[in-house]
């Protein structure tokens, strides 16, 4: 069975689990027995927070990784693609769509791209805010050994 603050693998129930200290009640096979089935350790072993606690470093580093990424694109993005849109919004760029289709294609371009930077922008800073709560969490709790 699995203690219930620390999910160590218990076999002996009753007794105090050997990380944390807390005493899990039931007995093998009872309600809360995971992960032993006749003598063969299954999916939860005795590493079972050891893994949680690397799985949890790797979640926080990938949206870390994936928020600044994202939001680096949205800043390139603004950066190209800002003064082409300010130019086409002008009385100058209107006119010019107005007599050449590739000038229309350009800004219809530079105004899908500067559309497409809010919406980045906000889901690269919402993954850099987990990413930061995940590592934070991780790094602040207890370790119980």
Not at 109 to 129: C, D, H, R
């Amino acid at each position: 069975m699995l203690c219930s603050s620390c999910g160590f693998m218990i076999n002996e129930p009753g007794r105090p689990c050997p990380r944390c200290g807390t005493t899990t009640p039931g007995a093998a096979g009872g309600p809360g027995a995971v992960g032993v089935a006749n003598g063969v350790r299954g999916f939860a072993g005795p590493g079972a927070a050891g893994n949680f606690r690397a799985r949890s470093g790797l979640v926080g580093g990938g949206m870390l990784a994936l928020g600044t990424l994202l939001v680096g694109i949205a800043g390139v993005l603004h950066a190209h693609f800002a003064p082409i849109n300010a130019l086409c919004s002008t009385w100058v760029g209107q006119l010019g769509q107005a007599f050449s289709a590739s000038v229309a294609n350009e800004c219809g371009l530079a105004s899908t791209a500067e559309s497409a930077v809010g919406p980045l922008t906000f889901i690269g800073v919402m993954l850099l805010l987990l990413g930061i709560g995940a590592l934070a969490l991780l790094l602040t709790r207890a370790r119980r050994v």
